[in-house]
């Protein structure tokens, strides 16, 4: 039996689970459900694009349209990586290396505005003032909405760096800006990159914000050609520009994450971090932060409130909410999200065990396929799975089973990763007993396997239902006739004016979205917060 630590190969695991191949090929094939699955939508898009005389696609390119859209994407999508960089850097920096007063307060409300999702945000700030229509509006919300994705790999990462590398500036003669750009900041290149490219591949990808907020961008000209008329040469050109740029961000993230070897040799023994005394700028400092959270929590929180009670007298406001109504909406966004965190889970497990016990190749080619999904839209996603229902699948055609498959696609590199790294943690060498004592693949997963991932699956299980529940664009357009969630509903109501009536929606969604963040922080990490 082999003992050693380092993942096998397939030879190796073919020889070392008693001799049989089977067991192995079970795997294979159960892993590449999910990777088949993410690759589908894209495959069914490129052939829509390949089925387009070149003529015509030239001409479809040239189009002033495409050029306006290529100008509002790219200048938004510069200025909210800059803005969110700024942001999200500055903010970690001030709360692990200075005195900041509240910094444990201000530690974990930093990161809460990923709770609560963009066409919300953009929902309370439209509401506050019709006049934050179009870039202003988008630049807004985007910034405020994605910074934390800079801030939360920025702030871990300024945790693992050395506090001597400063203090070994200073002592040369460097103030504190000094310190931080010389010696700090070329260490916090990974993840500073990292999260930068994160927002832009998140910019490239929403939509209900942008559609509320009437700013054109190439998914909410995608969803206007599809409600239009369903002009396939048209949305496949546009799908394929998109898509070109999302991958170019997401090829642009795998390049960072591989090159980034920024680790100490040895893990040593660390002085606690001293913390920087701000001096006069202390005031100034505690009130930017205290905007800043006003604004990216505190406001869209706000609004939501305020408009709860104006139901009576506001003009915008259709007839009251009905309890049953709200219950219904509520039920199908849980109902939904169980349903497709639980397919999601089940697609990640085969492909999370694959990827912590085996390596070569084909694992590496099942991997990246699955994390395409990160880098496709949820419009795309969606159009191509209609083109499919419709051409191949038609009773499958807006159901909730064809909802759920979409969910699936999209969420499945969130799952993975949680999946992966929880059998990473789970001891291999019990697996190997479970074998040596006469259990096959099968009941060694089922027996062994599972219960020590347990957690981290929960966390993946979490993880996907909150996304699940607070997506907008697949369910906009593959929600079966007459099914009716949370963020449809706030999407609808928004954009007829209605804010008063969206309010009870968004609301629930808005509590639903941060408790189960809460409790997934809580339950399954995010502990050094609470520790510090």
């Known amino acids: 039996m082999e003992q050693a630590a380092a993942p096998?190969?397939?030879?190796?695991?073919?020889?070392?689970?008693?001799?049989?191949?089977?067991?192995?090929?079970?795997l294979l094939a159960a892993a590449a459900a999910g990777p088949l699955l993410v690759v589908l939508p894209l495959g069914e898009m490129l052939l829509e694009a390949a089925r387009v005389d070149p003529a015509q696609l030239l001409r479809l390119l040239w189009r002033?349209?495409?050029?306006?859209?290529?100008?509002?994407?790219?200048?938004?999508?510069?200025?909210?990586?800059?803005?969110?960089?700024?942001?999200?850097?500055?903010?970690?920096?001030?709360?692990?290396?200075?005195?900041?007063?509240?910094?444990?307060?201000?530690?974990?409300?930093?990161?809460?505005?990923?709770?609560?999702?963009?066409?919300?945000?953009?929902?309370?700030?439209?509401?506050?003032?019709?006049?934050?229509?179009?870039?202003?509006?988008?630049?807004?919300?985007?910034?405020?909405?994605?910074?934390?994705?800079?801030?939360?790999?920025?702030?871990?990462?300024?945790?693992?760096?050395?506090?001597?590398?400063?203090?070994?500036?200073?002592?040369?003669g460097e103030g504190a800006a000094g310190a931080f750009f010389r010696a700090v900041l070329p260490q916090l290149r990974p993840a500073l990159?990292?999260?930068?490219?994160?927002?832009?591949?998140n910019v490239l990808v929403e939509f209900g914000a942008f559609a509320l907020l009437r700013f054109r961008t190439f998914t909410t000209e995608l969803y206007a050609e599809y409600r239009t008329g369903?002009?396939?040469?048209?949305?496949?050109?546009?799908?394929?520009?998109?898509?070109?740029?999302?991958?170019?961000?997401?090829?642009?993230?795998?390049?960072?994450?591989?090159?980034?070897?920024?680790?100490?040799?040895?893990?040593?023994?660390?002085?606690?971090?001293?913390?920087?005394?701000?001096?006069?700028?202390?005031?100034?400092?505690?009130?930017?932060?205290?905007?800043?959270?006003?604004?990216?929590?505190?406001l869209p929180l706000g609004m939501i409130l305020y408009w709860l009670t104006r139901h009576g007298a506001a003009a915008v406001s259709p007839a009251a909410v009905s309890a049953s109504a709200l219950l219904e909406a509520t039920l199908s966004s849980?109902?939904?999200?169980?349903?497709?965190?639980?397919?999601?889970?089940?697609?990640?497990?085969?492909?999370?065990?694959?990827?912590?016990?085996?390596?070569?190749s084909l694992?590496?080619?099942?991997?990246?396929?699955?994390?395409?999904?990160?880098?496709?839209?949820?419009?795309?996603?969606?159009?191509?799975?209609?083109?499919?229902?419709?051409?191949?699948?038609?009773?499958?055609?807006?159901?909730?089973?064809?909802?759920?498959?979409?969910?699936?696609?999209?969420?499945?590199?969130?799952?993975?990763?949680?999946?992966?790294?929880?059998?990473?943690?789970?001891?291999?060498?019990?697996?190997?007993?479970?074998h040596s004592l006469g259990l096959g693949w099968p009941g060694v997963a089922w027996r062994i396997a599972l219960p020590l991932a347990a957690p981290g699956l929960g966390a993946a299980a979490a993880l996907v239902f909150v996304s699940i529940v607070t997506e907008l664009t697949a369910t906009l357009l593959l929600a079966p006739i007459g099914t009716n969630t949370l963020a449809v509903q706030v999407w609808a109501d928004t954009s007829t004016l209605a804010f008063a009536a969206a309010a009870p929606y968004a609301a629930t969604m808005v509590v639903i979205s941060l408790l189960a963040t809460w409790l997934l922080a809580r339950r399954f990490g995010a502990t050094r917060l609470f520790q510090r």
């Open 64 to 172: 002033p349209l495409v050029g306006e859209l290529l100008l509002n994407t790219i200048g938004l999508l510069v200025a909210a990586t800059a803005s969110a960089a700024l942001i999200g850097t500055a903010a970690a920096w001030l709360v692990e290396r200075t005195e900041l007063p509240g910094r444990r307060f201000f530690a974990v409300a930093a990161a809460v505005p990923l709770a609560i999702p963009p066409f919300i945000s953009s929902y309370a700030w439209l509401s506050l003032s019709p006049a934050l229509e179009g870039f202003a509006g988008a630049w807004i919300v985007i910034t405020s909405s994605y910074y934390p994705l800079v801030y939360l790999p920025v702030a871990a990462s300024l945790r693992g760096i050395d506090p001597a590398i400063e203090e070994t500036a200073r002592s040369l």
């Open 334 to 360: 849980v109902g939904l999200g169980l349903g497709g965190a639980a397919l999601t889970v089940i697609l990640a497990l085969p492909l999370g065990l694959l990827a912590a016990r085996y390596q070569g």
């Open 230 to 298: 369903f002009d396939r040469p048209a949305e496949a050109v546009l799908a394929l520009v998109l898509l070109f740029f999302c991958l170019l961000c997401l090829i642009a993230e795998i390049r960072v994450r591989g090159r980034a070897s920024y680790a100490r040799i040895g893990a040593g023994v660390r002085r606690p971090i001293t913390p920087l005394a701000l001096g006069r700028a202390r005031p100034a400092v505690f009130a930017g932060f205290v905007a800043l959270i006003f604004a990216t929590l505190g």
């Open 363 to 434: 694992v590496t080619l099942f991997e990246r396929a699955a994390f395409l999904g990160q880098g496709v839209p949820g419009i795309v996603v969606a159009l191509a799975l209609i083109t499919i229902t419709i051409r191949t699948v038609r009773p499958l055609y807006q159901t909730a089973a064809t909802l759920v498959v979409a969910y699936a696609i999209l969420f499945l590199p969130l799952a993975l990763v949680s999946v992966r790294a929880a059998f990473m943690q789970a001891e291999r060498r019990l697996e190997e007993v479970g």
């Open 8 to 26: 096998l190969t397939f030879a190796e695991a073919g020889r070392t689970a008693s001799g049989r191949r089977r067991p192995r090929r079970l």
């Open 193 to 201: 990159l990292g999260g930068i490219l994160l927002v832009a591949l």
